[in-house]
């Protein structure tokens, strides 16, 4: 859980909102992150080639407003995908309502994002309906962020957000998020969001920049099942109300500070979600060293971190190195597997590709705790990866098989 | 569970025997397959880069005898794969001890195979003192090729072998073969064996082309979780002693007459191991038509057989036909998702990649079978592929959660 969030973490110039419309049975359904003036913004989406009418629309209205918006609605309880009657015109509707109750902006202003169900139509008319009020209603405050982050829930068993500060110029800028998601794992829930606000100054194009690095290190280095959803939306607004002067140059210190930031905000709520993964007990992180390259570290960390086999011993808490080795083997990559060592709970587990002396119970018990590392070293270069997955536990088939019908 | 084999079944000129040598407590361990005379041989491998001794041994030994054969001994209990001390020379001195047994023979004249736990060093002793009673032990019945059946269980629940027979030149030739392996999902337990004796009179080059087809279409065609494991291997030997002439050319009629006993062979065994898939309650039959390529049908196959969230689904009989466009649209290959029409138990529950109405309690009900077929139709092209896979069950994560420890 996270801890309560104070007025200091609330970025200038956002206001947030969350309501009940009637998609989920009692639940918060609705919620709008505004920037009360225009803000810089981007946008990383889902890579499944079935994408919801909500990723299509908010693409479009990125471009067509040049990376300037104003604001994102998002609803959940139903995914908007893959329905029967095409599911476009609802977002935009979507987009539109907010806009013109906003006081006439162009509806490529506001981004629009969905998370539920797939293949259920949507009730348009009972979002519509609630948008005005939700509108009305926007505060600055943080129990309202707080709001917005339970309103987007589906599986999660409680609401994510992280906040971060950093100056520039003196001047502190703020950097608060909220995501949901019990991980890249239901495609049926429609998974992963999250929303990012920060008072920074900083170009559309820096901006994008930025979160492409973070959450190729964080949001993109998560995993539960392999799968990726067709609404995966990660969107950051930056509307510069914090006073601090442009962030000019990537190499420079504003830059180096901003991101820092972004980052540990991207990074606790991606962390966040494979604790929250459905039923996992503990969070393993991969990490694999000395390989050919980069690429090639991050190939065998991902096969790793999605096979079924690795995460049922790590739900276990069986020191199953076997499992590992085997699962890099069949990576694609090409190693030298003799010349590998692993480490399993900071116990040397294998040598050279061979079992290694360890006392079995001792790294047992290590494997019960919360957050448990997996290190590889190839010794065949210099090329490294960090992955982060959750163990593969009964309560996931439980909840998987039996959720629909 | 196999009908009993009768004697009609058993290839002319081949024996067999089995053992418990004591590597397991009280099963049966130890087996051989000898061909009495020299027979054409051939063989496919694991493609995991970790590959156990005993595979790098059979294949030098193919090499060196230029696949010329006399037969294969095979080991369960212990993988002989990444132990402390090299296992190559247990591998070898396997094969040696039975080429000596059986009268003076060249070493590489044998195959070797080893299965079960990996990283345990193997008792070579308690195999070469048994091998002299086994190699004398060794008969034409049938019976005594159930026993090798036997001997090489792993996790699997019950034995597993077939039998099929061509006519070619007026002569009756056999093929039988039996398999192991409760999927391709064990890597600790060192999956996947098979072994297939004919009597048809056929080259190598021939022999290794039909297996290899043969292979494609059934052993290579299943998955349990998409783990390889370190020494997969399928090997044939064919002696020549029905008495039919010869199978001499690829496009002739003895070949393809050959070819359907084999690849009979091959897909009972095949179909037997996604059967007896651990934990498994059904097997999913993917047919993917209509793609640009077979090979692009083939990799959406197989994406959706390996999604853990389509596996589950079908764990609980639920038609969640969301979670398998989802994985089709995650395959990497490009479709228009939205000509896509899917069919779950011959029931229609997608079309142009939207819902389309069904009766899902029928529906279900269809999918409590023990054998569910899904057919995608794309739409884009003359592609096809099949693949078989079976359900994932609270028991499959019982079982590889808890085995070790």
């Given amino acids: 859980m996270n801890a309560p969030l104070s007025a200091s973490d609330v970025p200038h110039g956002f206001t947030f909102a969350a309501t009940h419309c009637g998609l989920k049975r009692s639940r918060l359904d609705l919620g709008i992150l505004i920037s009360e003036t225009p803000a810089a913004a981007a946008a990383v989406f889902t890579t499944n080639q079935v994408v919801a009418p909500s990723v299509v629309a908010s693409r479009t209205h990125l471009r067509k407003s040049r990376n300037r918006i104003r604001g994102v609605i998002v609803n959940s309880g139903n995914a908007n995908c893959c329905t029967r009657v095409d599911g476009y015109p609802a977002s935009v509707a979507m987009a539109s309502k907010v806009a013109a109750e906003l006081g006439d902006l162009d509806p490529t202003q506001i981004l ?31 129990g309202a962020f707080e709001e917005l982050a339970r309103a987007i829930m589906t599986t999660d068993t409680h609401p994510k957000w992280a906040a971060a500060k950093c100056r520039i110029d003196g001047k502190q800028v703020r950097v608060l998020g909220c995501a949901k998601g019990s991980g890249m794992i ?84 991606a962390l966040a979600i494979v604790e929250d993964g459905e039923g996992a007990q503990r969070v393993i992180e991969i990490e694999v060293r000395g ?39 069949r990576s694609g990559v090409l190693f030298d597997w003799q010349r590998t060592d692993i480490w399993i709970a900071g116990v040397a587990v294998c040598r050279h590709g061979r079992e290694h002396s ?48």
Same sequence: chains 1, 2.
């Fill in 291 to 329: 390989a050919s390259s980069d690429r090639a570290a991050d190939r065998i960390a991902r096969r790793i971190a999605n096979s079924p086999l690795v995460k049922t011993a790590f739900a276990g808490a069986d020191p199953n190195w076997g499992r590992i080795l085997a699962a890099a083997g």
């Fill in 112 to 142: 629009v994002c969905s998370t539920g169900v797939i293949g259920a139509p949507l009730h348009i008319e009972k979002i519509l309906e609630a948008v005005p009020q939700l509108v009305r209603d926007r505060k600055v405050e943080a």
């Fill in 186 to 269: 239901e495609p049926n829930l429609a998974t992963m969001l999250a929303f990012i606000a920060t008072d920074a100054a900083i170009s559309p194009a820096l901006l994008s920049r930025a979160l492409k690095a973070a959450a190729g290190t964080t949001f993109n280095s998560i995993t539960v099942d392999g799968d990726t959803s067709t609404n995966d939306t990660v969107a950051v607004l930056a509307n510069g109300q914090s006073g601090a002067r442009t962030i000019s140059k990537v190499g420079g210190a504003d830059y180096k500070s901003f991101f820092a930031a972004l980052e540990r905000v991207c990074q606790s709520l």
């Fill in 358 to 405: 360890f006392d079995e119970a001792a790294a047992h018990k290590k494997m019960l705790a919360k957050y448990v590392p997996i290190r590889l070293n190839l010794h065949s270069g210099k090329g490294s990866a960090r992955i982060w997955t959750c163990d593969f536990t009964v309560e996931y088939v439980h909840i998987n098989s039996s959720y629909r019908t």
